[in-house]
């Protein structure tokens, strides 16, 4: 049982959809940091000085001086992790446009009757029936 799990494991995309839930979550911090440390800092300089994680709806106040009773709509966070998502779906757009290279299509040959595309080495049109 072990020997038809391992080759399960190395022999299917298990082992490829693991590195890549590995290396995405890898990721996902770097760009986390690109937004929070590199992209939103001159953003809210240039909206004059707003740090987008400070924006907030108070609903209720803090009662007795602690933060964390403090009932709000903290919509800056939410604007920070749509970019967030965006820029992280640029990049693995980007990475998977340079490495996923579509395979060329293959040649067929068009039915002169019914227009239909059919295999290069076919005989008859597999729409019509018709001799190609």
């Known amino acids: 049982m072990w020997a038809e799990f391992k080759a399960f494991l190395l022999t299917t995309n298990a082992l ?33 000085g707003v740090d987008f994680a400070e924006l907030k709806i108070v609903l209720q106040a803090a009662t007795g001086g602690d933060p964390a009773t403090e009932v709000a709509i903290r919509y800056g966070a939410f604007i920070n992790a749509v970019i967030t998502f965006i820029v992280i779906a ?5 990475l998977s446009k340079m490495f996923i290279r579509e395979e060329a299509p293959a040649e067929v040959k068009t039915c002169p009757f019914c227009k239909e595309a059919n295999a290069a080495d076919a005989t008859r049109c597999k729409a019509c029936t018709s001799e190609i």
């Open 16 to 48: 490829a959809l693991a590195i890549g839930v590995i290396i995405g979550a890898a990721l996902g911090t770097v760009v986390n940091s690109l937004v929070n440390d590199i992209i939103m800092p001159p953003i809210g300089l240039i909206l004059g």
């Open 90 to 94: 640029f990049v693995v757009w980007r």
